[in-house]
C-alpha cells in the first residue's frame, strides 16, 4: 500500500512538473511519451524539424531531472 502511496505522489509530482515547462515542451514530451509518438511523427505533426523535436525534447527532460532532484516543499 506504501508503494502505492508513493507512486501517486510521483505521478502528482511529475505532473506538476510538466506544467513548469514551455507550452512546446510540454507538448513534446506529452506527444513522445503519451502516445507514443517518434521524433519523425512528432515533428511531422509540429510542422517542425526532427532535430528541433530532438533539441527541445532533450531540454525539457533536463529541466525536469534537475526540479526533481530539489526537495519538494513541505506541506
Known amino acids: 500500500m506504501e508503494e502505492c502511496c508513493e507512486k501517486k505522489a510521483d505521478l502528482l509530482r511529475v505532473r506538476q512538473l510538466l506544467e513548469t515547462l514551455p507550452a512546446r515542451e510540454r507538448q513534446i514530451l506529452l506527444l513522445r511519451y503519451g502516445l507514443p509518438l517518434t521524433q519523425l511523427e512528432t515533428a511531422q505533426l509540429l510542422g517542425i524539424s526532427r532535430s528541433y523535436v530532438s533539441r527541445l525534447e532533450s531540454h525539457a527532460l533536463c529541466q525536469l531531472r534537475q526540479h526533481w ?7
Open 69 to 75: 532532484d530539489k526537495k519538494p516543499a513541505q506541506e
